[in-house]
């Protein structure tokens, strides 16, 4: 019964109707996927070419020099704070008291 679709009317009687393929209705499905496939590789390579210069302008913020001794100067004073709490944390509880 391929082919056949069987509706159901208001008076419990039944009518088979058969279905046409139609080749208008194929086509305009197979361009309108090819048409989808199109639109996401251009969003795709889109997203793809904005995400790369703006890692290209992150990294030359990051890099320019007063960035560059902005971080040494952060990172000096973290490992200034983490060697005194461990100092702190390494000595008995009276030792600092004179």
């Not at 990172?75 to 944390?89: A, E």
Request: hydrophobic share 45%; with cysteine; aromatic share 6%.
């Amino acid at each position: 019964m391929s082919g056949y679709v069987r509706l159901s009317l208001k008076d419990n009687s039944q009518v088979e109707l058969r279905q046409r393929r139609c080749p208008i209705n194929q086509e305009v499905t197979t361009h309108i996927n090819l048409i989808n496939l199109a639109l996401s590789l251009v969003v795709q390579k889109s997203g793809e070419i904005v995400l790369e210069l703006l890692l290209k302008k992150l990294w030359q913020w990051v890099l320019r020099d007063e960035n560059l001794k902005r971080l040494s100067t952060a990172i000096k004073l973290k490992i200034l704070v983490l060697y005194l709490d461990w100092l702190l944390h390494k000595s008995e509880p009276g030792e600092w008291e004179e």
